[in-house]
Nanobody, 116 residues
Framework: QLQAYGGGLVQAGGSLRLSCTAS?????IAWFRQRPGQEREFVAG????????YYADSLKGRFAISRDNAKNTVYLQLNSLQPEDTAVYYC??????????????WGQGTEVTVSS
């Protein structure tokens, strides 16, 4: 079971930190987002050990993923947010981290709204 939280309303240029808590350890975790009227897209992912991290090319440098296995929690730091980052952000878990939607477990999503 996954729980995503930390979304909210922020002004352009601001930051947010999203959290995804898993009920079980040893899973790779990825963040996806779904912008209004668009398909769900990969944002970032991290292996269960935290040793490998992956990012969507267009977001690398502004977003950062990390994990605290002691808390079974993965974080997504969102910096320099722009209105086009407005989306529902989902976390997903599986044994292997991939940029596709092929994850067995999904959280409920947390909404991020960036005002201009």
């Amino acid at each position: 079971q996954l729980q995503a939280y930390g979304g909210g309303l922020v002004q352009a240029g601001g930051s947010l930190r999203l959290s995804c808590t898993a009920s079980e350890p040893d899973y790779g975790i990825a963040w996806f987002r779904q912008r209004p009227g668009q398909e769900r897209e990969f944002v970032a992912g991290v292996t269960w050990s935290g040793g490998s991290k992956y990012y969507a090319d267009s977001l690398k440098g502004r977003f950062a993923i990390s994990r605290d296995n002691a808390k079974n929690t993965v974080y997504l730091q969102l910096n320099s947010l722009q209105p086009e980052d407005t989306a529902v952000y989902y976390c997903a878990a599986d044994r292997i981290v991939t940029k596709t939607l092929l994850y067995n477990y999904w959280g409920q999503g947390t909404e991020v709204t960036v005002s201009s």
